[in-house]
């Protein structure tokens, strides 16, 4: 039996393109991986998913993330948190609780975040018992969260940082059927960041988050390449947002967070329908 895994890329209020797919996902009963990897907001899609609730991400995204208590910038500039994720989680899981067997125990779901003492991706099983802090993890923006999440004897930020989408990882754990969720349009390619001084200024306690976020761009793209050029032994299919997907990381405007979702919504049906059809012939 080939391998199949579903790897969804974060990007913050991005993501509500991915809960859109994974809804659609869920309107036609469709869960055939072996395994789920997310990043940030990317894995925070997955718990609703996996739970089999749908709009529970797209109410996370417009409704709880789109509120003063997580995004703040007068906070900020007072020292305190662009964005509280921590908050963010424990009111997702209040207002909107799920069935912990069902998410965790059932297909096994892994999230990748930045290590803070080696700067590399840590991927980990996300638990009943760590699913708090192993999300508050992956989601962690440096600089924007002032937190360091901790646990299991080590301490994170974002997963981003040092891989956005861990398709790779995988490809290196035996999947070889891979759908990836992506939160640019496919023509996206990041850039490298202009003012290296600045990032060395801003992780200067931290020599190698520096390095991997002036990396970031590097590995991105590999990532891309990756995808869009897959090994003989594989194959992999894309879900990417439209050209004119116009979410950015902090859009807080509700109606443009519908339209993303909408896009999502259908691309998901798109790529479920071309599936259909390949298999019957």
Same mark, same amino acid.
């Given at each position: 039996?080939?391998?199949? &895994?579903?790897? =969804?890329?974060?990007?913050?209020?991005?993501?509500?393109?991915?809960?859109?797919?994974?809804?659609? *996902?869920?309107?036609?009963?469709?869960?055939?991986?072996?395994?789920?990897?997310?990043?940030?907001?990317?894995?925070?899609?997955?718990?609703?998913?996996?739970?089999?609730?749908?709009?529970?991400?797209?109410?996370?995204?417009?409704?709880?993330?789109?509120?003063?208590?997580?995004?703040?910038?007068?906070?900020?500039?007072?020292?305190?948190?662009? =964005?509280?994720?921590?908050?963010?989680?424990?009111?997702?899981?209040?207002?909107?609780? *799920?069935? !912990?067997?069902?998410? *965790?125990?059932?297909?096994?779901?892994?999230?990748?975040?930045?290590?803070?003492?080696?700067?590399?991706?840590?991927?980990?099983?996300?638990?009943?018992?760590?699913? =708090?802090?192993?999300?508050?993890?992956?989601?962690?923006?440096?600089?924007?969260?002032?937190?360091?999440?901790?646990?299991?004897?080590?301490?994170?930020?974002?997963?981003?940082?040092?891989?956005?989408?861990?398709?790779?990882? &995988?490809?290196?754990?035996?999947?070889?059927?891979?759908?990836?969720?992506?939160?640019?349009?496919?023509?996206?390619?990041?850039?490298?960041?202009?003012?290296?001084?600045?990032? !060395?200024?801003?992780?200067?306690?931290?020599?190698?988050?520096?390095?991997?976020?002036?990396?970031?761009?590097?590995?991105?793209? !590999?990532?891309?390449?990756?995808?869009?050029?897959?090994?003989?032994?594989?194959?992999?299919?894309?879900? &990417?947002?439209?050209?004119?997907? &116009?979410?950015?990381?902090?859009?807080?405007? !509700?109606?443009?967070?519908?339209?993303?979702?909408?896009?999502?919504?259908?691309?998901?049906?798109?790529?479920?329908?071309?599936?259909?059809?390949?298999?019957?012939?």
């Amino acid at each position: 039996m080939v391998k199949k &895994a579903l790897v =969804v890329e974060g990007g913050a209020m991005r993501g509500i393109f991915a809960s859109g797919v994974l809804d659609s *996902f869920l309107h036609h009963d469709y869960n055939p991986f072996d395994f789920v990897m997310g990043v940030s907001a990317g894995a925070s899609n997955l718990v609703g998913y996996l739970a089999e609730q749908p709009e529970r991400s797209f109410r996370v995204i417009t409704e709880l993330a789109t509120s003063r208590q997580f995004f703040n910038p007068l906070r900020f500039m007072k020292g305190g948190d662009l =964005v509280d994720v921590k908050w963010l989680i424990d009111e997702s899981n209040r207002q909107y609780p *799920f069935d !912990k067997d069902k998410v *965790f125990q059932r297909v096994p779901f892994y999230a990748a975040a930045t290590n803070v003492e080696t700067g590399r991706a840590d991927y980990y099983r996300i638990t009943a018992e760590n699913h =708090v802090k192993a999300l508050e993890a992956t989601a962690a923006l440096p600089i924007a969260y002032k937190q360091t999440p901790c646990f299991s004897g080590e301490c994170y930020t974002d997963g981003g940082v040092s891989d956005s989408i861990p398709v790779i990882e &995988a490809y290196r754990r035996g999947a070889r059927d891979i759908t990836v969720i992506l939160s640019h349009p496919l023509s996206y390619e990041m850039q490298s960041p202009k003012t290296t001084w600045l990032t !060395k200024k801003l992780f200067a306690r931290h020599p190698h988050i520096a390095r991997s976020m002036l990396l970031r761009a590097r590995n991105y793209n !590999k990532s891309l390449d990756f995808i869009k050029h897959f090994p003989e032994d594989a194959v992999i299919r894309v879900i &990417a947002p439209p050209e004119n997907f &116009a979410v950015k990381r902090l859009t807080m405007k !509700k109606h443009m967070l519908e339209e993303g979702y909408e896009m999502g919504l259908k691309s998901g049906e798109l790529h479920l329908s071309h599936r259909s059809m390949t298999l019957k012939k």
